[in-house]
């Protein structure tokens, strides 16, 4: 079975800086998807950044990008520049093609002014 | 293009009441998937419907049954309501076989 693990209840960063949340998963699987989705107190779940288990180039997106090391089961999402607005909690999540994502027990992001 | 849509946001039932909770998809998305969030056990997958066929189904008692409809909008009954049943029920869809999943609102249940 999959397993999605996130070992930072809760993390803080201060506004402008940069931040990095941890997550390890588990799967026998040689054909995955990693995502890594946010949920602010509107409890709306967005979508950050994806990752192709079989692509080796880190997903990018504007300040979000991921350090997605294969052999360690280690998908980690590295946010830029925080602003007041990347406060919300984050989830790691696996899928393995049908269509039902795991997820992990989420960290919540606090920025400080 | 409108994102998922749920309906209703909140609901209060009291138990042993049955419920029926409705999710629209992005347009062109033939895949629905249905989750439950709770505090205690976090987000756990419900089950995902694909051309009117329930294709995957999670880990929970025969009280939480769904269906789709043609035009791919799908609805997830809740019978014989428990305490425990008060979540948010958070359902996501996709395009065909594609792995990103869109969410919508949610709708929050709370069962008296």
């Known amino acids: 079975a999959q397993t999605v693990t996130q070992s930072q209840p809760e993390m803080s960063v201060q506004e402008a800086e940069t931040v990095t949340l941890s997550c390890t998963y588990d799967t026998s699987e040689s054909d995955y998807y990693l995502f890594w989705y946010k949920q602010p107190p509107s409890r709306q779940m967005i979508l950050v950044i994806r990752?192709?288990?079989?692509?080796?180039q880190n997903a990018t997106e504007n300040r979000f990008s991921v350090n997605f090391q294969k052999a360690a089961k280690s998908f980690s999402l590295k946010i830029s520049d925080s602003q007041l607005g990347d406060a919300a909690m984050y989830f790691c999540?696996?899928?393995?093609?049908?269509?039902?994502?795991?997820f992990g027990q989420g960290t919540r992001l606090t920025i400080n002014p | 293009k409108a994102g998922v849509t749920q309906t209703p946001r909140y609901l209060i039932k009291t138990r042993g009441q049955q419920v029926t909770l409705s999710c629209s998809p992005i347009s062109g998305h033939r895949s629905v998937s249905w989750y439950q969030q709770t505090p205690g056990q976090g987000l756990q997958f419900l089950f995902e419907y694909f051309s009117e066929t329930q294709r995957n189904k999670g880990n929970f008692p025969g009280r939480f049954s769904g269906r789709q409809f043609s035009n791919s909008r799908s609805e997830m009954n809740v019978s014989t309501l428990e305490l425990g049943d008060s979540a948010l029920y958070l359902c996501a869809s996709s395009p065909n076989n594609q792995e990103t999943q869109y969410f919508g609102p949610g709708t929050r249940l709370l069962v008296l």
């Open positions: 999540a696996s899928s393995q093609g049908a269509q039902k994502l795991v």
């Open positions: 990752q192709e288990a079989y692509k080796q």
